[in-house]
């Protein structure tokens, strides 16, 4: 792996030379305050993009526009992005309200047609206030800088349940040539492979062709945003996307650069995807499940969503409860292959279950591991070499009171 230097709660994509970025308050949500809501990202450069996004069946209408627009491809210029309305089940309206917005942001920074992806995040079912959304979008271009300041309120503009703003940078060299991915993201409900109501945005300087970024950013999200989950929701707006201006004059032209921006790619994703399940709503423990020696890691997957996604697994961790017998339920219920005999539970570095025999005298210190904030558990099938990792939460008594309604 490349040496990188990574920073968390960075201003953000205003890091990556050749970015501007702006906010604006439209009031989307109709409550009559000036709380940000439009996000606003431009380069001046033409950028190579690609991006990721919601298998659910119903998806958005700004994450269509995004998957038709990167199809054709071509050149883009940025990403205008609010909170507070999904823009999602709105029909025809919606598609020609995400079009408007991209067309909006290309005349009001001067850009070509079809260089600007769009997107959204909020509630369901609501058509945009598209007259308060438009100005805002003309405020932004014309607010727009390569500041910290005008990174740190885009990624405050996005936000919808989330408590704190995302984002991550990472410097990375090639032969001595220096280069840059900057993250921001926003979630902390409805979080489930694939992907959750998130947004990320990632930025570089780095010059990579469309092929080579979409290459990294597939092989970057199976493991990160894809590995994550608080409720065991999967929302209809899910989107990461990754912009290229090429500034830094570094090229992604062969095996190993290719591997190099893999690798600051991923590290900016899974800061990301860490710091979206610790924000979870209302949750007190984050834990990372590692499945391991599965007859495969489709096997190792299974098993690691099952467990991270029950609801009595969840609840228990809440508790401070080391209750490995709900543990080994979900395993066994998760359709991998699995012989209980060869079964393996640990909580941390201390084992609960070994071949299938459960270690009663070492409940003291299983009690000890599930009441810290953070916590791993390990689970090992013994019939293979498949192993996955998912970062998953408690569910607690205020996850459902904030949920209630809306």
């Not at 607010?143 to 990624?155: F, L, N, Q, V």
């Not at 899910?238 to 032209?253: K, S």
């Not at 003291?364 to 192993?387: C, H, M, Y």
Request: proline letters at 4%; a negative charge.
């Amino acid at each position: 792996m490349a040496t990188l230097e990574l920073k968390r709660d960075t201003p953000g994509l205003s890091d990556v030379p050749g970015f501007e970025l702006a906010a604006a308050a439209c009031d989307i949500r109709a409550k009559g305050d000036d709380r940000l809501d439009l996000a606003l990202v431009y380069s001046s450069l033409p950028c190579q993009a690609a991006g990721v996004f919601t298998r659910n069946a119903v998806k958005a209408s700004p994450v269509r526009i995004c998957q038709d627009l990167l199809k054709k491809g071509g050149a883009f210029h940025g990403i205008v992005a609010n909170s507070g309305n999904a823009n999602a089940c709105t029909g025809a309206e919606g598609l020609r309200d995400g079009i408007d917005m991209g067309r909006v942001a290309e005349e009001a920074t001067g850009s070509p047609a079809d260089s600007f992806l769009v997107c959204s995040t909020g509630r369901i079912g609501e058509t945009m206030p598209m007259d308060r959304v438009r100005k805002g979008i003309r405020e932004a271009a014309q607010s727009k800088a390569a500041s910290p300041e005008g990174s740190r309120r885009s990624a405050e503009a996005i936000l919808t349940s989330d408590t704190r703003s995302k984002t991550v940078t990472v410097r990375a060299e090639i032969d001595g040539r220096p280069f840059t991915v900057s993250g921001m993201a926003k979630g902390a409900g409805m979080i489930q492979p694939d992907m959750a109501t998130m947004l990320a945005f990632l930025a570089t300087d780095a010059d990579a062709s469309a092929e080579v970024l979409d290459r990294v950013l597939r092989r970057s999200v199976h493991d990160t945003f894809n590995a994550i989950t608080i409720d065991g929701d999967m929302s209809t707006n899910d989107t990461v996307l990754l912009l290229a201006n090429g500034a830094a004059m570094v090229p992604i032209t062969d095996e190993r650069s290719e591997t190099v921006l893999h690798d600051a790619v991923h590290a900016v994703c899974d800061a990301l995807a860490d710091m979206l399940v610790s924000d979870g709503e209302k949750i007190t423990r984050v834990v990372e499940v590692r499945v391991e020696k599965a007859a495969d890691a489709e096997d190792a997957e299974k098993v690691a969503r099952a467990i991270g996604n029950s609801l009595l697994v969840k609840t228990s961790w809440f508790g401070g409860d080391p209750n490995w017998g709900r543990l080994a339920d979900a395993a066994g219920y998760s359709g991998a292959a699995l012989e209980e005999d060869r079964l393996d539970i640990h909580y941390g570095e201390i084992p609960a279950m070994i071949g299938g025999r459960p270690q009663h005298d070492r409940k003291p210190e299983w009690k000890a591991v599930v009441s810290a904030p953070r916590f791993t558990i390990t689970i090992r099938l013994n019939l293979g070499d498949g192993q996955f990792r998912i970062l998953a939460s408690d569910l607690t008594e205020g996850y459902v009171n904030f949920n209630r309604s809306e």
